[in-house]
Nanobody, 124 residues
Framework: QVQLVESGGGLVQAGGSLRLSCVAS????????MGWFRQAPGKEREFVAA????????DYADSVKGRFTISRDNAQNTVYLQMNSLKPEDTALYYC?????????????????WGQGTQVTVSS
């Protein structure tokens, strides 16, 4: 398993921006497909964004498309989530996840490793 550590969460006003980072402790980060998920209190964990190992293909939930951008730096073992135009409904604990396999990027159980999460709170 890969250790994943998220950072960058915080409290921001609606319309503001945050950039989340997730650092992976592995020598083979370049073979891992990465995803971001979030979970709000009382709700199920939901898919936010995913990026394949090369960074050439990305996927977004409809709720964040056009506002969030996922990217990765394989030399730094890091995946990012740039979040702009934040809304109160974006408030959640954000997790990054990794897996070796392709496909089912929106399906949380398909991921092998998870971070502890970083809290994002958007005030209205």
């Amino acid at each position: 398993q890969v250790q994943l550590v998220e950072s960058g969460g915080g409290l921001v006003q609606a319309g503001g921006s945050l950039r989340l980072s997730c650092v992976a402790s592995t020598r083979s980060f370049g073979v891992h497909n990465m995803g971001w998920f979030r979970q709000a209190p009382g709700k199920e964990r939901e898919f936010v964004a995913a990026i394949i190992r090369s960074g050439n293909s990305v996927d977004y939930a409809d709720s964040v498309k056009g506002r969030f951008t996922i990217s990765r730096d394989n030399a730094q073992n890091t995946v990012y989530l740039q979040m702009n135009s934040l809304k109160p409904e974006d408030t959640a604990l954000y997790y990054c996840a990794s897996k070796i396999t392709y496909g089912n990027d929106r399906y949380a159980p398909s991921y092998d490793s998870w971070g502890q999460g970083t809290q994002v709170t958007v005030s209205s």
